[in-house]
Every structure is written in C-alpha cells, then in structure tokens.
C-alpha cells in the first residue's frame, strides 16, 4: 500500500522555514508519511534526499504545509489544485492572509489536518490561455489572486479591447487591467481601487489599473463569464498570474480568463472570519 504523501514548500530565503520543515520532516515520517518537496526548497533545508516531481501526490497527496508568505502559498495552490489536495500555511512572512498558523503551532496544526479536525475552505482559482493572432494557443495557467495584463513601456498606456461572453465591452487606455478572485481581491485588485469580495464567494472582478478614461469602475461579474482581453495598437503588454510573468501579447494577441475548473482548498482554525482578518490587517478599531 502507497503511503500518503505530505508536500512541504518553503520560502527558499527564510533560514526559520528551514527549521520547521525539518522538524516537520522527522515528525511526519515518524508516522509513516512520505514527505516530498521540489528541488530547490529541499536544497534549502538540506533535504535533498525528498526531492520529488509534484506528480507523485496524484492519487497519494493528503496535504501541503506551506512555510512562507501568501507568496509561497499561492505558488503552492499553483501545483497541488488539480490533485485536491488542502493546503495549510504556516505564517512566516509579511501580511499573511493566507498562512493563518504560526511556527509554534506547526505540529499540532498539521496534526489535526491530517486528522481531519480542521475546516477546509473552497475558494475559487481564475484559468487564463492565450490565443495569439496566428491562431496558436499558450497556457492555461490557474491562479488563487489573479490575471494581470499590462504595459511593458514606461511612460505609455496600453490599449485593451474587452469582450465578455464574446461581446464587445470596452477598450481601455490604462496602465493593465487586472481579473481577480475574490481571494484576490485584497491583492493588486485592492490597491487598484477594487471592492473588498469576501473570499467565499464566487465571483471575476475586472479592474483597470490607472486608465485614461471617464469609465473607471471595477466590474464584478459571474464567474462563469470568458473575460477576453485583446492588445490594441502597437503597443507590447505582459501577462502575469499571481504575480508570475507567463507571456507578451502583441498586436492581436488575447488574453482569456473564466473560472477555473477546480478550486483552491485552503486549511483554516476556525477561528477568524474574514471580517476579523480584514480588521486585524487594516488596523481597523473602533474610535
């Protein structure tokens, strides 16, 4: 019988996510666990001897622990979503949205989540392809936070035609436009001047990122809904997901995004809402 596998990830820069995961590490196969990281994060932590294709969680993955920021945890739901596997993060980075445990807790977090004792969250990912002027296809890629695409030239607009359901929208002259989550819409959506989408909802958010034009709103829409974004003019733009750099689109090339087909499960206590985490984040307290 296959012995279920744990993937931990970590944040390569972190010298303490190194000492949890090996801790982690003699805990987990001291139960029998098969634990397996990517080349790079078990270089980190002086695991080599764990390095695995994330292929090998098919069918065995029970978990991934993620060691980082929410960086790292959306890198992390990037690999494990199309297996089903729950993610639990584990807080050693910056704002922390995502990772709501902390080092000390590591143990008996992971513990319970294996035991099924801790509530696991659905939230929706966003699928993005490219289809390029020639007819040729690139992706798709699936992201927890979003689909950006934007300028590449400094001191420039781009222009971005907009087709929902394939029926011409608009076209913006802005710096990117940017389809979120709701789970990303805290992110780069927020910043933008997004509206604030508790994150067990199912919804796109179309937001344009500094344009040039009266129409300036965010725009949420059905998840179900093919958001194509089309480059105008002769002007390049680049396309990242979740903060990574997949492609330039050219004159003619889109970008299309819809609901992915699986969602994210995330790993929670239980213990805060997301109107507490929003406070708590914000610094919001009564006056």
């Known amino acids: 019988m296959t012995s279920p596998s744990v993937l931990i990830a970590l944040h390569p820069d972190r010298a303490e996510a190194a000492e949890v995961a090996l801790d982690l590490v003699t805990w987990l196969e001291g139960r029998g666990y098969r634990v397996v990281m990517d080349a790079e994060a078990a270089a980190g932590a002086d695991l080599v001897r764990l390095t695995a294709a994330d ?40 704002l922390g949205y995502l990772t709501e445990f902390e080092p000390s807790e590591t143990i008996v977090a992971v513990q319970q989540a294996l035991d099924g004792e801790l509530p696991i969250e ?18 798709p890629w699936d992201g927890l936070n979003e689909v950006v695409v934007e300028k590449r030239a400094q001191g420039h607009t781009v222009r971005l035609a907009v087709s ?23 992110g780069y959506s927020m910043s933008a001047r997004g509206a604030i989408v508790d994150p067990s909802h199912r919804a796109l958010q179309l937001t344009p990122v500094a344009p040039h034009m009266l129409f300036d709103r965010s725009l949420l829409l059905q ?24 492609a330039v689109l050219q004159a003619g090339d889109s970008l299309v995004a819809t609901a992915a087909a699986t969602p994210a499960l995330l790993v929670t206590s239980g213990q805060r809402g997301f109107h507490q985490v929003l406070r708590e984040k914000f610094g919001l307290k009564d006056r």
């Open 55 to 94: 292929d090998v969680l098919e069918g065995t993955g029970a978990l991934a622990v993620c060691l980082g920021g929410d960086g790292t945890m959306l890198a992390t739901f990037e690999r494990v979503a199309r297996y089903g596997i729950p993610v639990l993060g584990i807080h050693l980075g910056n």
């Open 223 to 246: 998840p179900e809904t093919s958001v194509r974004i089309a480059v105008v003019g002769d002007r390049e733009a680049n396309c990242s997901v979740d903060g990574r750099s997949v």
């Open 164 to 186: 929902l359901d394939d029926v011409s929208f608009a076209t913006y002259a802005a710096d990117g436009l940017i389809v979120a989550t709701p789970t990303g819409s805290t």
């Open 122 to 139: 659905e939230r929706m990912m966003v699928s993005a392809r490219i289809e390029r002027a020639d007819g040729s296809m690139e992706g």
